[in-house]
């Protein structure tokens, strides 16, 4: 029985009852979402070190860190050092896109310890797991790959299904400025290519699923078409992919496979909102998940700020589930300070677009925070901040000469000003 299964059954699973625990719902709220297809909560049979979340509508914006072994910075240690970093902030997912050398020790030990959700893309996998070139990878081999990360406990997997023959006609017929930008995409479009086959995802969609259902890993439908920069994005081939993905994700419900959509990418300001509202629409609610999306294309080195803006306005606007981008986007391999950053900045998206959306109770912490700034109440403070420890570092590094207040002001802080009169006390600007 999967989440979607057990809800649609009317029974309240144990993950139910906690997500409708953490986000402060009634659970019956949360087993009707889940149900009805617009919550998934990604939860692996295999995943006993898992404390779930739920993604999707009426429900805390979710974030997701990136990391894993590549082919030229294969440090293990350091990718556990960003584990630790995203456990610390509280990051609700974690994808491992590694793709080279002992993936699956990495990933059999990202899962036995992690409590946030694991998302792999098992395409990025194919080449290393199997040696072999790409073109003498079979459907079998490509089915093989998705089942042995179902079976290693992955939540959720990503699965470019819908790119298929139409989608590329489309992409082939109208062009773009960056072609295929995602990593998946680009190796599932060189396979079609090479061999004149149909995108295996999509042909054996079915088979797909029913390893899915036997693990209850969530598929998230990937964006092969995303726009690599704001000049393609909505276009006839992000459309064209976005239609077959809806029709996807019922044939997923219809398996008894729980779903989240995979969104773009680059994307102006102002196409940001009409694109999360047609997701929900061709994808019937199903939970969305966006990377960015990245509302400039000039700002490398920056690119966790332009994703943070697109980000807020997305999720503000619909999207569930925010992956984090780091100042290292389009460079390098992020390092551990890099996950430090674009995990805050899209936390703070993801928060933003909270108290946007009206998520009950997303304002509490930011009325406390308030609260203790009019008290000058510094631990509370940094109690209260997405990033306590940049917090203390930022005050303790430039010590007031006037207790009470920081080097900002003063003397002339506001907030003692305006205590010390209220207080009906006489201010005395003077004083030390
Ligand atoms: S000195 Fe200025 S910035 Fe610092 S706490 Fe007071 S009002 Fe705020």
């Known amino acids: 029985m999967t989440q979607i299964t057990a809800a649609r059954d009317g029974t309240v699973t144990p993950e139910m009852k906690i997500v409708a625990e953490k986000e402060g719902r009634p659970v019956e709220e949360i087993r009707a979402g889940v149900a009805a297809g617009r919550i998934a909560i990604p939860a692996n049979v295999n995943h006993h070190a898992l404390s779930p979340e739920g993604v999707g509508a009426g429900l805390r914006t979710k974030v997701n860190v990136n990391l894993g072994i590549s ?80 079976q290693d406990g992955v939540d959720f997997a990503t699965i470019h299904a819908g790119m298929n023959r139409r989608v590329i006609d489309s992409f082939k017929e109208t062009g773009r400025l960056t072609n295929i930008v995602s990593r998946g995409g680009s190796l599932i479009f060189a396979w079609m290519e090479a061999t004149g086959n149909e995108n295996p995802f999509f042909e ?43 029709k996807l994700t019922e044939r997923a419900w219809n398996a008894g496979v729980q779903v989240m959509v995979e969104g773009p990418g680059h994307m102006a300001l102002d196409e940001i909102a009409a694109n999360m509202k047609l997701e929900k629409r061709l994808c019937h609610d199903a939970p969305f998940y966006v990377l960015g999306p990245l509302v400039c294309d000039i700002a490398p080195g920056y690119d966790h700020i332009t994703a943070a803006i697109g980000g807020a306005v997305a999720a503000s606007a619909g999207a569930d589930f925010l992956c984090y981008v780091t100042p290292a986007e389009h460079l390098r391999l992020p390092d551990v300070a890099d996950v430090r950053e674009g995990l805050v900045a899209t936390k703070i998206a993801a928060h933003a677009a909270d108290i946007a959306k009206g998520i009950p109770g997303a304002r509490d912490i930011d009325n406390r925070m308030s609260d203790a700034r009019r008290r000058i109440d510094w631990e509370e403070m940094f109690d209260c901040a997405i990033d306590p420890v940049r917090a203390r570092e930022y005050f303790e590094s430039a010590p007031p000469s006037t207790e009470g207040t920081c080097t900002m002001c003063g003397k002339m ?8 009169i209220m207080d009906g006390l006489t201010i005395d600007l003077d004083a030390k």
Do not use: W
């Open 71 to 150: 082919g030229d910075l294969h440090n293990e240690e350091e990718e556990f050092a960003k584990v630790a970093v995203a456990l610390e902030l509280g990051a609700e997912g974690i994808m491992d896109l590694s793709n080279h050398g002992k993936t699956r020790e990495f990933r059999t030990r990202l899962i036995g310890m992690s409590s946030a959700m694991v998302g792999t893309v098992p395409m990025y996998d194919a080449i290393g797991y199997l040696e072999k070139a790409l073109v003498d990878i079979t459907v079998d081999d490509f089915l093989e790959v998705v089942r042995v990360h179902a």
């Open 204 to 246: 054996y969609y079915d088979e797909v699923l029913a390893i899915c259902r036997e693990y209850d890993v969530t598929i998230s439908l990937g964006d092969a078409m995303r726009p690599g920069c704001t000049y393609d994005a909505t276009d006839a081939a992000q459309i064209a992919e976005l239609i077959e993905i809806g």
């Open 413 to 420: 802080c506001a907030m003692r000003t305006v205590n010390t």
